[in-house]
């Protein structure tokens, strides 16, 4: 067991110490927008999804309607709905206590660990993903208070471009699990779809090129396995 938590905490640790510019940003970014530092933490604390949080910082300072928030927040968190999809069938003989846990820990960086054959089965797995996805929460929520405390003492940190580490880490995600042309077709839609859509100011262009991509790279899939 003390392998496992040991092992949880280093497989987890790059991923940590890469989040350290994107939960500065983060918590700094929330202070300067006019948030009190209690509700800029609370944030990290009970909504734990850093690309959702800064996106609701954005449009909340920018003054945009409350259904382009709701919208654009949801559509962005729904993919973890996806994941816990994807685990499903790995955790629904667990106990509840379980299902729990790692279902409110299951960010984009435990769900790239969750590909193993063998994710989750047996308790000293489970022991494991809880130590990665905990130890993950707890690290966001640091840099996050690092970023309250820094974004009420020091200039603007958005100028700084801390908000690359937003786009870095994503494509660090990404890449490995571009091992077909449907996926590949996908991003690359995507990703010219929002420049384009940015260009425009368009205000849903981040969710309409998601859905683009995501309508793309199905369909190619769908055809693909059909001549399989």
């Not at 960086?109 to 994710?119: C, G, I, K, Q, T």
Request: glycine share 8%.
């Amino acid at each position: 067991m003390k392998t496992a938590i040991a092992k949880g905490f280093w497989d987890m640790l790059p991923l940590n110490l890469a989040v350290i510019p994107w939960g500065i940003l983060c918590g700094s970014l929330a202070v300067q927008s006019g948030f009190s530092p209690l509700e800029a933490q609370l944030m990290s604390l009970l909504v734990f999804a850093g690309s959702a949080q800064l996106v609701a910082i954005e449009l909340i300072a920018g003054n945009a309607s409350l259904i382009t928030i709701l919208v654009t927040t949801f559509i962005i968190s729904a993919r973890h709905f996806l994941y816990g999809l994807s685990v499903r069938h790995r955790l629904i003989d667990k106990p509840l206590k379980w299902r729990l846990g790692l279902g409110f820990l299951l960010t984009d960086e435990l769900f790239v660990f969750s590909h193993h054959h063998r994710a989750y089965q047996g308790k000293v797995r489970l022991v494991y993903a809880l130590v990665a996805g905990g130890s993950f929460y707890i690290a966001w929520n640091i840099w996050t208070l690092i970023g309250v405390v820094a974004g009420a003492l020091l200039p603007d940190l958005t100028q700084l471009g801390l908000d690359f580490a937003i786009a870095s880490i994503f494509i660090a995600l990404v890449i490995p699990s571009i091992n077909n042309w449907p996926v590949l077709i996908a991003c690359l839609t995507s990703a010219i779809s929002i420049v384009i859509f940015k260009l425009w100011q368009f205000e849903l262009g981040l969710i309409f090129a998601a859905l683009l991509g995501m309508s793309v790279g199905y369909v190619l899939e769908s055809r693909r396995g059909a001549k399989c």
